[in-house]
Nanobody, 121 residues
Framework: QVQFVESGGGLVQAGGSLRLSCAAS????????MGWFRQTPGKEREFVAA????????YFGDSVKGRFTISRDNAQNTVYLQMNSLTPEDTAVYYC??????????????WGKGTLVTVSS
């Protein structure tokens, strides 16, 4: 059974930073991409970022380009999302995901339960 441990969410002021982490376990994730989506009430889930197994290929949603970075530690099956210059529009539940497609075509096949990020103005 695939399990996720997500952490790093919380309350931050606009302009601030947060770092999310997500540790996965329960299967062999070699060759799988890892990434993040986010969702706010009444809206569809939005792609945020994804990273290939090697870490060489990264892909970001348009709304976070230049502000968010993604990285991973394969030894720990962990993916990180560094979020800088946060705005209230970044407020959402952030979901960790793992999938077999490359970052540019990333679709989550396994999902975390989500961690809430709230950005105050």
């Amino acid at each position: 059974q695939v399990q996720f441990v997500e952490s790093g969410g919380g309350l931050v002021q606009a302009g601030g930073s947060l770092r999310l982490s997500c540790a996965a376990s329960g299967r062999d994730f070699r060759a799988y991409a890892m990434g993040w989506f986010r969702q706010t009430p009444g809206k569809e889930r939005e792609f945020v970022a994804a990273i290939s197994w090697s870490g060489h290929n990264k892909y970001f949603g348009d709304s976070v380009k230049g502000r968010f970075t993604i990285s991973r530690d394969n030894a720990q099956n962990t993916v990180y999302l560094q979020m800088n210059s946060l705005t209230p529009e970044d407020t959402a539940v952030y979901y960790c995901a793992i999938g077999s497609r490359p970052p540019r075509l990333f679709i989550g096949e396994y999902w975390g339960k989500g961690t809430l990020v709230t950005v105050s103005s």
